[in-house]
Every structure is written in C-alpha cells, then in structure tokens.
C-alpha cells in the first residue's frame, strides 16, 4: 500500500505536509497526472525537493493521500448521519448523504482529478480499494440497524458496492458534457432499488 514515507508529528512539520497537499491538489487540477511531477511541486510550494521526499516517495504516493483526505470528509457525513439511527425513513437518508457528496464533488474539481489519478495503476487503485473499503466499513455500520435480516458479511459486500457505485457515478456526473443533475437523480433511484432489493433478498 501506498503510504508517506512518515507523517509529521510537529507543528511545522504538520505545515510543510498540508502545504504540499494543497499545492499538489491544485497542480493536479492544472496539469493533470501525466504531467504531474514532485519537482514541480516542491517549485511551486517554494520548498526544496528534499522536503517534499522527506514525507512522499514519488508523485503516487501523493494522489493517495489527497485520496485519503478527500475521504475524511465523506466518513464525518456518514458518522453524522449514524447519529441519526434508527429511522424508518431511511431513504431520506440515503438522499441527505448523496446531496452532500454531489455538493462536494459539484464545487471541488480537484475530487474527479485525484479519482482518476489513483486509477492510474495497480498500485495506486489497490491503495484507493483500501480506503474506499474503509468508507465502505462506515456504511456497513449505518447499514445495520437498517437491514437487521442481513448477513454480516453480506451487508459488507453491499456497502462496498454501493460506495463504488456512488464514485463512479459522481464521477461520471461531472465529466465534460454530462448533465449532471440526471445523472445524480439516476444515481439515487439506482441505490434506493438496490437496496430495496437487497433487504428483500434476506
């Protein structure tokens, strides 16, 4: 798995680190991966290479950290709404959490940019796989006292499911030329069926 090479434990260091994601988040969004570089990020973070390698050992290692961070902010909105539990009105739910991913992916460009980014080979995308796994753990908890008649591992396969379909579809919504509005509402009768669906197979 792709990892920093370490993680800052003081205050300046905790600087540098987030400095270099921002501006790595903002190169990838001018430039795309092909062009992507570590030296031209350190360039443009007005900090030399050797810093930047201190925390990243290639341009890889980066796109999977913007990937992680971009995860924390989808975790709290369903740890929010796990407070919320139980509820009958499930699919309400449901809506609350995707609006709140297309609100994230509809203003931040850079989310599309880093998803494909870690496509982009085995390694990455098996890095990616851990932490959208992660995500998916989250759902399969909030999952729970909305299935009670299903499996454990079942409801596991479900959440790993609807979490990448929920990827790529936001992905797919916002790509050039795509009305974005149909396809989040596709989106959402496509998770609510399944889920239905799935419940009603236990």
């Known amino acids: 798995m792709l990892e920093p090479r370490r993680r800052p434990s003081q205050e300046r260091s905790h600087v540098k680190f987030d400095h270099l994601l921002r501006v790595s988040r903002e190169l990838l969004i001018e430039v795309g991966f092909e062009s992507f570089t570590c030296e031209e990020v350190a360039h443009r973070a007005s900090l030399p290479i050797g810093t930047l390698y201190q ?75 851990v932490t959208e796994r992660e995500v998916a753990a989250d759902v399969a908890r909030v999952l729970a006292p909305l299935t009670p008649g299903t499996p454990r591992d079942r409801r596991r396969i479900i959440a790993e499911v609807l979490v990448h379909v929920t990827y790529s579809m936001l992905n797919f919504s916002i790509r050039d030329g795509q009305s974005h509005d149909e396809a989040v509402i596709e989106l959402k009768r496509l998770l609510a069926s399944y889920l239905v669906a799935a419940e009603s197979t236990t």
């Open 55 to 129: 925390f990243f050992a290639n341009k890889y290692v980066i796109v999977c950290e913007l990937d992680r961070v971009d995860a924390v902010a989808v975790r709290e909105e369903i740890h929010a709404l796990a407070e919320q539990l139980p509820t009958l009105d499930w699919l309400k739910l449901l809506n609350q959490l995707l609006e709140h991913l297309v609100t994230l992916w509809r203003t931040d460009p850079s989310r599309r940019a880093v998803w494909h980014a870690v496509q982009s080979t085995p390694a990455t995308r098996a890095t990616a796989a």
